[in-house]
T-cell receptor, first 111, second 118 residues
């Protein structure tokens, strides 16, 4: 079983839609969690960190469920420019700064 | 954007030749990483460094070596390139930070090197 799993998609949604991605992780001692965005043929870029209390940045909301060991990303009012691959990243356990990346979920937003 | 550059950005080489990729940072971050990204596999860690001359293997280290003689530079060497090493290579840096909940460690990536081994 892969340590970090994501549904590869693609998720194909119209502009304005709300879309949610989930990511599960296997190491219960993991300590920090992130969502990255990667555009085609570009480097991954940090979208947002994921905190235990949940956090929001504009149209994006990230949540962490430690009991069930999953992370979610919600995108509201999708834009064409949101089309990209979204990578789930899990660090830890404590003292280990070696991240594990999910394979990514592809999002296509169409007019 | 974090100050990370990679060189070369593109390279075509032949099987059996040595290849060295360079990652340079201006952020003074302690950790540096080399990844490869291939379709169907996502990002896979090759080697990483947690300080000058301190390096360790990742999950796909066979056929690769690294060196870090200065904080700002992390070199990845393919001693004898093979076609299976055709890939996109990304360098990343990070500097762990203590938080009230433990720590956080955000990675910042370079623009990547596209390597083709014929």
């Amino acid at each position: 079983r892969k340590e970090v799993e994501q549904d590869p998609g693609p998720f194909n949604v119209p502009e304005g839609a709300t879309v949610a991605f989930n990511c599960t992780y296997s190491n219960s001692a993991s300590q920090s969690f992130f969502w990255y965005r990667q555009d085609c043929r570009k480097e991954p870029k940090l979208l947002m960190s994921v905190y235990s209390s949940g956090n929001e940045d504009g149209r994006f909301t990230a949540q962490l469920n430690r009991a069930s060991q999953y992370i979610s990303l919600l995108i509201r009012d999708s834009k064409l420019s949101d089309s990209a691959t979204y990578l789930c990243v899990v660090n830890g356990p404590g003292g280990s700064y070696i991240p594990t990346f999910g394979r990514g979920t592809s999002l296509i937003v169409h007019p | 954007d974090a100050g990370i550059t990679q060189s070369p950005r593109h390279k075509v080489t032949e099987t059996g030749t040595p290849v060295t990729l360079r990652c340079h940072q201006t952020e003074n971050h302690r950790y540096m990483y080399w990844y490869r990204q291939d379709p169907g596999h996502g990002l896979r860690l090759i080697h990483y460094s947690y300080g000058v001359k301190d390096t360790d293997k990742g999950e796909v280290s066979d056929g690769y070596s690294v060196s870090r003689s200065k904080t700002e530079d992390f070199l990845l060497t393919l001693e004898s390139a093979t076609s299976s090493q055709t890939s996109v290579y990304f360098c990343a840096i990070s500097e762990p930070e203590r938080t009230s909940g433990g720590y956080t460690d955000t990675q910042y990536f370079g623009p990547g090197t596209r390597l083709t081994v014929l």
